[in-house]
């Protein structure tokens, strides 16, 4: 990465997808930045581990949605999440917030996610600290940060949060820029910046950051309405999960936040 994608003039920066996400972290881990990174998947990994968290559960995220997801689980001792098309039928927990939510006590549970958890995987790979935000606990994660970032002051170089709207796919399996995403992204950046507003300079938001704070800005007052009309909110109704947009829009409702330890996100104090 060359100096001038990196976005290190500022402390909190943001990247889509994972691509971006391992290239912000690994530059500013080599620079000697302590390095928090955000993970943002609204519809539905990150409002999935959200969910999961206000149930006590520990949640292991796993790259691939393959015959391997089954061992890996056997191997962690996890309840294994199956396709949403499966449990509507049969039951059991899937990639599906309001799954999760109806199901009985589940110690721990694989989410495989080709977005999600493979960004997630990506950033601690890269030496990241990893958070997963939602809406639903965006404030949390922020004063969270505030905590974080105050705890690495005394690093020899400046701390960076980089924020990760995961996007989704394209059936070619390009990254498709999801605006959901772009929305949770800025509601967490918009909360940090108000928890620091006595510093919140021009050297706190990076103009990336900034474009994801304005655009939730410009939605916030009528996020549950959005969701349900954005592009995959829209999938999720036709194809018959209107209650997992519904929970994703449940703003503030948790105040736990999700920290990637041992390659399991579990509630973080």
């Not at 691939?64 to 509507?88: H, Q």
């Not at 990506?122 to 940060?145: C, E, F, I, K, Y």
């Amino acid at each position: 990465m060359q100096p001038w994608h990196s976005q290190d003039r500022h402390v909190v920066r943001l990247g889509w997808g994972p691509g971006a996400a391992e290239a912000l972290s690994r530059y500013a881990v080599a620079a000697g930045s302590p390095v928090c990174a955000v993970v943002v998947d609204v519809l539905s990994f990150t409002t999935c581990v959200s969910v999961a968290m206000d149930a006590g559960m520990r949640v292991h995220p796993y790259r691939w949605k393959d015959e391997s997801a089954r061992a890996f689980a056997d191997s962690v001792g996890a309840t294994l999440a199956g396709p949403r098309s499966a449990t509507r039928t049969d039951g059991g927990v899937s990639l599906s917030p309001a799954s999760i939510r109806a199901a009985g006590p589940v110690e721990g549970l694989v989410l495989p996610s080709p977005n999600g958890s493979t960004i997630s995987a990506v950033l601690a790979d890269a030496g990241a600290d990893v958070v997963a935000a939602s809406l639903r606990n965006r404030a949390a994660v922020a004063a969270w940060l505030v905590g974080w970032l105050e705890s690495s002051g005394g690093s020899p170089a400046q701390p960076a949060v980089v924020v990760v709207p995961a996007g989704e796919r394209w059936p070619d399996g390009s990254l498709r820029p999801a605006v959901e995403d772009l929305w949770g992204a800025g509601a967490v950046v918009a909360a940090l910046a108000a928890r620091l507003e006595h510093r919140a300079g021009p050297l706190l938001l990076s103009p990336e950051a900034q474009a994801a704070g304005a655009a939730w800005l410009a939605v916030q007052e009528r996020v549950a309405r959005a969701l349900g009309e954005c592009a995959s909110g829209r999938e999720l109704v036709e194809q018959g999960w209107p209650s997992d947009v519904e929970i994703a829009a449940e703003l503030d409702a948790s105040d736990h936040v999700p920290l990637l330890v041992d390659g399991a996100f579990t509630a973080s104090a």
